[in-house]
């Protein structure tokens, strides 16, 4: 089993709708959850990270954990064409040296956003 | 700020040969984390280095080595290039006190015949 499963897609929605990215995870010890953008042929683009459990809001996007169920959300409010891209979640158990600070990415879902 | 940099942007190579990747950190930040990227796949952790010395590694074969300076600026070497190593290689760079605030540099795709 992968560490963490992440649909691929790709997903098409009309400009304006919500998105809803969605990534679950087996290891209870990961507590650093991040979401990355990546556009074509670049390097992936942090959006947002949660520590732990909860909700965290910034413009249009919202990252939500849920520890319990193993499974973390970004939301894309009012999407548009320039957010499509590849959306990658990623894991890590802790912030300082050691084998637990190594991010482990999902394998990213391919979004378009149809004008 | 220029971000991360990497160099160079696109390098194509033989089996068996040996290639050389750079980068550049972002300014204020002193570690610098290697990933492999393959087609459609999400980034995978190759090793990190901090304070010149790597600190942690992922499954990865002695193949792949590295190095950082005291500038904080990182190399990652290959040798014995094998076709299954063609990929978009990834330097991100971070605090060493917000190991998950990750930034990346665009990238080198490394294809080998």
């Known amino acids: 089993q992968k560490e963490v499963e992440q649909d691929p897609g790709p997903l098409s929605v009309p400009e304006g709708a919500i998105v809803s990215l969605n990534c679950t995870y087996s290891?209870?010890?990961?507590?650093?959850f991040m979401w990355y953008r990546q556009y074509s042929r670049k390097g992936p683009e942090l959006l947002m990270y949660t520590y732990s459990s909860g909700n965290k809001e910034d413009g249009r996007f919202t990252a939500q954990v849920d520890k319990s169920s193993k499974y973390i959300s970004l939301f894309i409010r009012d999407s548009q064409p320039s957010d499509s891209a590849t959306y990658l979640c990623?894991?890590?158990?802790?912030?300082?040296?050691?084998?637990?600070?190594?991010?482990?990415f999902g394998s990213g879902t391919r979004l378009s956003i149809r004008p | 700020d220029a971000g991360v940099t990497q160099s160079p942007t696109h390098l194509i190579k033989t089996r068996g040969q040996q290639v050389t990747l750079r980068c550049s950190p972002k300014?204020?930040?002193?570690?610098v984390s290697w990933y492999q990227q393959a087609l459609g796949q999400g980034p995978q952790f190759i090793f990190q280095?901090?304070?010149?010395?790597?600190?942690q590694r992922g499954n990865f074969p002695d193949r792949f080595s590295g190095h950082q300076f005291p500038n904080y600026s990182s190399e990652l070497n290959v040798n014995a290039l094998l076709l299954g190593d063609s990929a978009l290689y990834l330097c991100a760079s971070s605090p060493s006190r917000g190991l998950n605030e990750q930034f990346f540099g665009p990238g080198t795709r490394l294809t080998v015949l």
């Open positions: 300014s204020g930040h002193d570690t």
């Open positions: 990623a894991l890590m158990q802790g912030r300082r040296y050691s084998s637990a600070s190594k991010i482990i």
């Open positions: 280095y901090y304070e010149e010395e790597e600190r």
């Open positions: 290891n209870s010890a990961f507590q650093y």
